[in-house]
């Protein structure tokens, strides 16, 4: 199953990202625990694992190292990830700005596992 969507960035994503209802629901039954997320910019592709965290009331949010890859990535309220998940539990994140245009990421990181 593959799945398109975006999200906004906002106060509240400081330390964690909601994702839609509606991904969530795609989901059911087989709700992962890790996803792989991975930045796709102009000259790299950095790959995190983050836990999946659900609150009880259907709501499912990236959680560990979310923190460290808003700040890394330096995500400010109203920026928008497009992302592309597939089933393999990786999602592809396409970060844009408030100017609704595509970040370029110019510095070269390596691989993170936080």
Wanted: charged content about 25%; glycine content about 4%; some cysteine.
């Amino acid at each position: 199953m593959d799945c398109e969507f975006f999200a906004i960035i906002n106060d509240a994503s400081s330390d964690k990202l909601s994702l839609p209802k509606k991904f969530v629901d795609l989901l059911e039954g087989r709700e992962p625990r890790e996803l792989k997320v991975r930045e796709v910019g102009i000259r790299h592709t950095s790959t995190w694992d983050m836990d999946v965290w659900f609150d009880g009331t259907g709501r499912m949010f990236l959680k560990r190292a979310w923190e460290c890859f808003a700040w890394t990535y330096g995500l400010q309220q109203f920026y928008f990830p497009i992302c592309s998940y597939n089933s393999r539990d990786v999602l592809t994140v396409k970060m844009f700005d408030r100017s609704m245009c595509h970040v370029q990421y110019d510095t070269t990181y390596s691989t993170r596992t936080l």
